[in-house]
């Protein structure tokens, strides 16, 4: 089955929210019209319409306003229209209502490092991690790391960075950050693991410059040599010995 287009899903909500008649009576039920006016208003947030999904997801909190998801997503619109105190105001009241809910509180942890509120964000992003029924907890730990090293503080972001690759050892962002991390702190074996830890993954043309590198100094010429050449094959036309 073909999917269905933003006009497709308009028409099904649509009727959707005409209600269902019975007895010769049409009925409408607010709670699944709050839900899928908030469905709706996701459905715009995501082509970019921003004033169309605020117009939806007022409408739903109109009919419920604590329903948790539409909190959320008006939360995200506002950010994206640079509305920071409304956007916070329901981050607050969507993790009021749904506390456990770890995308809801790794992008409010994200909304929080934005406004350079670190240690705020971190208590986020934290809770996100530890969220038992979390899948992915090391994409939090990640983004607190990359939340630090943002602002400038590589001690935390390597904490972070460690935990995100002790739930998931092989995240390419973590390991490239990590390499570069141990590499200026002149721990060249170290930053020789992590880049190979990468390199097992895939090759950049920024992860091979990092790697040339690293053997230079370690004093590993034939290394050098090696990488210099696949960096050749792999991306002709880049300057190994330029960042």
């Known amino acids: 089955m073909k999917q269905l287009g933003l006009l497709g899903v308009l028409c099904l909500l649509l009727a959707l929210l005409q209600g269902c008649v019975s007895s010769g009576k049409r009925s409408e039920d607010p709670e699944k019209a709050a839900q899928i006016y908030a469905d709706l208003g996701l459905e715009y947030l995501r082509q970019g319409n921003l004033d169309l999904a605020v117009s939806k997801l007022e409408r739903s909190l109109e009919l419920d306003s604590k329903l948790p998801r539409a909190n959320h997503y008006i939360a995200e619109a506002y950010k994206q229209q640079g509305e920071m105190k409304l956007a916070e105001e329901y981050y607050n009241k969507a993790v009021d209502y749904d506390s456990d809910n770890p995308m809801l509180l790794n992008n409010y942890g994200a909304f929080l490092c934005g406004q350079g509120r670190i240690e705020e964000s971190e208590e986020y992003f934290t809770r ?12 939090a730990y990640e983004n607190q790391a990359l939340c630090a090293l943002q602002n400038g503080n590589k001690t935390k972001a390597e904490e972070y960075f460690r ?16 390499a570069l991390l141990t590499y200026e702190q002149q721990e060249f074996l170290k930053a020789r693991a992590f880049i190979e830890r990468f390199h097992a993954l895939g090759r950049t043309e920024k992860s091979l410059k990092l790697a040339i590198k690293i053997e230079w100094a370690l ?5 050098v040599a090696r990488l210099r050449e696949t960096m050749r094959i792999e991306f002709p036309n880049a300057d ?4």
């Open 128 to 139: 996100a991690a530890e969220v038992p029924s979390y899948r992915t907890p090391e994409l």
């Open 163 to 178: 935990k995100a690759l002790n739930v998931k050892p092989v995240l390419p962002k973590a390991l490239y950050q990590m």
């Open 219 to 223: 004093g590993d010429k034939a290394a």
């Open 240 to 243: 190994p010995d330029r960042d």
